[in-house]
């Protein structure tokens, strides 16, 4: 696939090489942890994936770079107590750096009440769609209603020629 993901807050996480295998040829994951990206570039021996250390709220990316933005629990580490603060620097980031026609894939606890408020607002000009999984249950208790699922938020952004 000729195309540039970014893998947002990866931490120490396999997803950029599941991503690669998947076909997903230039990934660049950022983290704002040194520690986790210094560990990621020693096991990393494949020049197209690359790990950077970056805040993202305030990325050193050109703006429309990334074809796909992929946040698997970087916006919920930072947001998930109080959305209130931050969390539109945070986005705007994310539209920023994402081409027109690209999809920015949040990956998120939180159920679609809480989080379409966020990523369906006027400023961003995302169509959002929203998928749910079922979550695995290794324990013998059986998971809380409020707590048994999780949520993809696929967010496209406007073509350039549609807006
Ligand atoms: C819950 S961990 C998830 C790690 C990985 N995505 C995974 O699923 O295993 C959240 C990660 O996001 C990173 N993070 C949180 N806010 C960030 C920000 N503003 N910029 C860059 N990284 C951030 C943290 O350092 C941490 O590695």
């Not at 993202?56 to 933005?69: L, R």
């Not at 930072?78 to 994310?94: P, R, S, V």
């Not at 959002?128 to 952004?157: A, G, H, W």
Request: net charge negative; proline share 5%.
């Amino acid at each position: 696939m000729d195309s540039h993901t970014l893998y947002v807050g990866g931490g120490t996480s396999q997803v950029p090489f599941k991503l690669y295998e998947e076909g997903y040829k230039r990934v660049t994951t950022i983290d704002y942890s040194e520690g986790a990206m210094e560990s990621m570039r020693r096991k990393n021996t494949n020049p197209d994936l690359e790990f950077l250390t970056m805040d993202a709220k305030h990325t050193n990316f050109p703006s429309w770079y990334f074809d796909y933005i992929v946040d698997k629990a970087c916006f919920e580490s930072e947001f998930c107590a109080d959305w209130t603060h931050g969390a539109k620097t945070y986005l705007d980031e994310i539209n920023r750096i994402l081409k027109p026609g690209g999809m920015y894939m949040m990956i998120s606890h939180f159920s679609p009440d809480k989080r379409l408020p966020l990523l369906e607002v006027d400023y961003l000009q995302w169509t959002v769609l929203v998928e749910r999984q079922n979550k695995p249950n290794f324990s013998t208790i059986p998971n809380d209603e409020n707590d048994s699922f999780y949520y993809l938020y696929v967010c496209k952004k406007a073509d350039v020629n549609k807006r």
